[in-house]
């Protein structure tokens, strides 16, 4: 199975903050890298696919880049709504497998 | 809009068998993959498997042994089943819709089905 994973965690920030969180995949996936963002109590929501594709819906506040192994998801000026959990995810290869999540919370 | 709602017991004794149903309302069931992913408490994500409208499957290779999935396009819904539970099956459950054109990713889930193994 392809191994994903994240830094920081958790990751402490202020509203207004401008933040990267990474994750490291244990072979090449290409840009078959997702994103998503889990509030507490919520189902995860997809927030970037491919590597760096908004998904509908989802301000342009977050972005990702990257390809190989190594992804960045940024969130510019942090609001209190995006202090959540955030989780990669590949799609490269069966069997489909997730980062451990990075906790942005309040510093 | 699409939405996805479980269905299921919430409590299951050891070595029974978990049986969780998604019905999906709005938009297509048969151009998708459908797909079950597990969150245990310590939060970590788990692909279960997923089912075409086909009724083919691919299975997590952790969970092969004990799961089945199936999927009945007439009522807009598909089910997973997992023999053999024991404590380490409990988690929340969703269902999801697995988009697989040029990219894959998971795009609408469920609320999530909480189910804990217990006697």
């Known amino acids: 199975d392809i191994q994903l994973t994240q830094s920081p965690s958790p990751l402490s920030a202020s509203v207004g903050d401008t933040v990267t969180i990474t994750c490291r995949a244990s072979?090449?996936?290409?840009?078959?890298l997702n994103w998503y963002q889990q509030r507490p109590g919520q189902a995860p929501r997809l927030l970037i696919y491919?590597?760096?594709s908004l998904h509908s819906g989802v301000p342009p506040k977050f972005s990702g880049s990257g390809s190989g192994t190594d992804f960045t998801l940024t969130i510019h000026s942090l609001q209190p709504e995006d202090f959540a959990t955030y989780y990669c995810?590949?799609?490269?290869?069966?069997?489909?497998?997730f980062g451990q999540g990075t906790r942005v919370d309040l510093k | 809009q699409v939405q996805l709602q479980e269905s299921g017991p919430r409590l299951v004794k050891p070595s029974e068998t978990l049986s969780l149903t998604c019905t999906v309302s709005?938009?297509?069931?048969?151009?998708?993959?459908w797909s079950w992913i597990r969150q245990s408490a310590g939060g970590g994500l788990e692909w279960i498997g997923r089912?075409?409208?086909?009724?083919?499957?691919n299975y997590n290779p952790s969970l092969k042994s004990r799961v089945a999935m199936s999927i009945d396009t007439s009522k807009r819904q598909f089910s997973l089943r997992l023999s053999s539970v024991t404590a380490a099956d409990t988690a929340v459950y969703y269902c999801?819709?697995?988009?697989?054109?040029?990219?894959?990713?998971?795009?609408?889930w469920g609320q999530g089905n909480m189910v804990t193994v217990s006697s």
């Open positions: 999801v819709r697995d988009e697989v054109t040029s990219a894959n990713f998971f795009d609408y």
């Open positions: 491919a590597t760096s």
């Open positions: 072979q090449s996936i290409s840009t078959y």
């Open positions: 709005g938009g297509s069931i048969t151009n998708y993959y």
């Open positions: 089912v075409y409208p086909s009724g083919s499957t």
């Open positions: 995810q590949q799609s490269y290869d069966q069997p489909r497998t």
